[in-house]
């Protein structure tokens, strides 16, 4: 199970960098090894929020993090439901190249949307040149 870096942090998950940022700042100063006495606790909780700070604040890994959160929750929704299997996701290394794949792929449909909208525009509203959709040929 995936540990909840948003509720260690107590934090929304469509929480802001910004807001990470101070939550994580207003508890690590309470717990810190340096400041709250080097005790196993406070050390293991002083790491914990590092680590949840250091994967929140880094978009691809947020993302990632975001992903197995979801599927955990599906998967254990369907257990739940009385569900016998559950899909398997990847882990390790390779775990993020499905969201970077996806993302390349959000960004190309995009692009052509994009270049679909502007054929679409030159074609009602003219061309470079000044002339609008395409040439009508000349009487011969």
Known sequence: MTADYYGLLDVRSTATREEIRAAFLAKIKKVHPDVAGSNEKNTRLSQALN????????????????????????????????????????RGA?????????AILAVLVILVAILGIVWV?????????????DPVPEAA
Not at 54 to 64: K, Q
């Open 51 to 90: 680590e949840a700070y250091a994967c929140l604040c880094d978009p691809i890994r947020r993302l990632a993090y975001d992903e197995s959160r979801r599927k955990e929750k599906k998967a254990s929704a369907s257990s739940h439901r009385g569900a016998t299997t559950a899909r398997w996701t990847p």
């Open 94 to 102: 390779n775990a993020g190249i499905n969201v970077v794949f996806s």
């Open 121 to 133: 525009a030159r074609k009602l509203f003219g061309d470079d040149d000044g002339t609008k959709g």
